[in-house]
């Protein structure tokens, strides 16, 4: 089975800290990317990855960086975190032209961050 | 740019009804569709996809789904509900004709009670 794993399912910071939320996939996938999570909104695509190094901004990038120096690792920094952060976070990923060829996108079961 | 419209945010509906959840999709050439569903506290789980071929689909958990260009449409059905059908429901459009600009757009969800 293909594994989405975030290292921090819940993490409470203080405002102004900068937080880094890690995603790691097991199945060699080109593409991964970072949602937000809030009731009403559904889910929103921050930022999200082709290859290593690679990044395209997503529809609400603001306030948000990632990293990808692996191809199975992409992280996303909030580099001065506010309370309007405060969500959960999923993380994805898939093969390359997979959505293109029937296939899904694959999701970790999330990071609930509060911002206090 | 792709986008996705949920008109209902909350529908209630009695054990053993017919359920239909509604979901209209903007997206420039043949869209690729998705319902997920996502249980309180669980990650997202796919019902179904369409990307071709028949228009209506077989999904699990005995949903189906039928896609009709005319209407830009998607709408999920199940023809009696069940009470641990409650949770969540989000409608996705995604593709990408590039390499590389794969991503999934979703919808601001439908929230499933269901009262005995």
């Known amino acids: 089975d293909v594994k989405v794993t975030q290292s921090s399912r819940y993490l409470v910071k203080r405002t102004g800290e900068k937080v880094f939320l890690e995603c790691v996939q097991d199945m060699d996938h080109e593409n991964m990317f970072w949602y937000r999570q809030d009731p009403g909104l559904g889910l929103r695509l921050i930022y999200f990855?082709?290859?290593?190094?690679?990044?395209e901004k997503g529809d609400i990038p603001e306030g948000y960086s990632v990293s990808r120096e692996k191809k199975e690792r992409f992280s996303l920094i909030l580099e001065s975190a506010s309370t309007n952060q405060t969500s959960m976070y999923l993380c994805?990923?898939?093969?390359?032209?997979?959505?293109?060829?029937?296939?899904?996108?694959?999701f970790g079961e999330g990071s609930w961050l509060t911002v206090v | 740019a792709q986008s996705v419209t949920q008109p209902d945010i909350h529908i209630t509906v009695s054990e053993g009804a017919s359920l239909e959840l509604r979901c209209n999709y903007s997206y420039g050439a043949t869209p690729y569709l998705f319902w997920y569903v996502q249980s309180p506290g669980q990650g997202l789980q796919l019902l179904l996809k369409?990307?071709?071929?028949?228009?209506l689909v077989q999904g699990i958990k005995g949903f189906e789904a039928e896609f009709k260009r005319s209407q830009s449409s998607f709408n999920l059905r199940k023809p009696s509900v069940h009470w641990s059908d409650a949770a969540e429901y989000f409608c996705a459009v995604g593709g990408g004709t590039n390499f590389g600009n794969e991503k999934l757009t979703f919808g601001t969800g439908t929230r499933l009670t269901i009262i005995p």
């Open positions: 990855s082709y290859d290593v190094k690679m990044k």
């Open positions: 369409y990307f071709s071929g028949d228009t």
């Open positions: 994805a990923s898939t093969g390359i032209r997979d959505l293109l060829s029937g296939n899904t996108i694959y």
